[in-house]
T-cell receptor, first 113, second 115 residues
Framework: GAGVSQSPRYKVTKRGQDVALRCDPISGHVSLYWYRQALGQGPEFLTYFNYEAQQDKSGLPNDRFSAERPEGSISTLTIQRTEQRDSAMYRC???????????FGSGTRLTVV | AQKVTQAQTEISVVEKEDVTLDCVYETRDTTYYLFWYKQPPSGELVFLIRRNSFDEQNEISGRYSWNFQKSTSSFNFTITASQVVDSAVYFCALSDNNAGNMLTFGGGTRLMVKP
């Protein structure tokens, strides 16, 4: 597609529920990244993929968070047993790889109530 | 370890004033990239510029200019003749060889341009 597409744009969920956030990167982009941005702060790295391989997941806060990109294109970030502290903007970005710049999606605003 | 510091949390200026947003970074790598992103009220992150550590030449793009000083580990951003549409949160970010292509962002500077 023309840009990085994320869905849903907004998600409100009850504490304890699982959520899945989707990212559709720019066609042909090798690398895909997930970031989390709390209100009033800069984005923080969660994980990234080259093609379907997860290269680095050091930013995932705990084992409730996981991500996959099974066919090297669309990626899903899953948060199990959500907690209020998980509320944030979740941003996806893609790039051609290497030190090329990213293109960010519009993000998914997650609110856990 | 990488670190980016944007000491100015909020800046308020009147339209047509010049404004400089400060960014100081830390890295042990000799090869790294520096970025600036704009986050307008609508919330998206808009890429503004990328510079590599071997190119200290300052850059100008219209009303925007960037001053890269390796000696002080700074990559400051100046907006000349600010406009109301420049109101946004601006983020500085760093990526180095040790981090793959991961970006470390600063905390952001909220710029408010008043008419």
């Amino acid at each position: 597609g023309a840009g990085v597409s994320q869905s849903p744009r907004y998600k409100v969920t009850k504490r304890g529920q699982d959520v899945a956030l989707r990212c559709d990167p720019i066609s042909g982009h090798v690398s895909l990244y997930w970031y989390r941005q709390a209100l009033g702060q800069g984005p923080e790295f969660l994980t990234y993929f080259n093609y379907e391989a997860q290269q680095d997941k050091s930013g995932l806060p705990n084992d409730r968070f996981s991500a996959e990109r099974p066919e090297g294109s669309i990626s899903t970030l899953t948060i199990q047993r959500t907690e209020q502290r998980d509320s944030a903007m979740y941003r996806c970005a893609s790039s051609l790889g290497g030190m090329n710049g990213y293109t960010f999606g519009s993000g998914t605003r997650l609110t856990v109530v | 370890a990488q670190k980016v510091t944007q000491a100015q949390t909020e800046i308020s200026v009147v339209e047509k004033e010049d404004v400089t947003l400060d960014c100081v970074y830390e890295t042990r790598d000799t090869t790294y990239y520096l970025f600036w992103y704009k986050q307008p009220p609508s919330g998206e992150l808009v890429f503004l510029i990328r510079r590599n550590s071997f190119d200290e030449q300052n850059e100008i793009s219209g009303r925007y200019s960037w001053n890269f000083q390796k000696s002080t580990s700074s990559f400051n951003f100046t907006i000349t003749a600010s406009q109301v549409v420049d109101s946004a949160v601006y983020f500085c970010a760093l990526s180095d060889n040790n981090a793959g292509n991961m970006l470390t962002f600063g905390g952001g500077t909220r710029l408010m341009v008043k008419p």
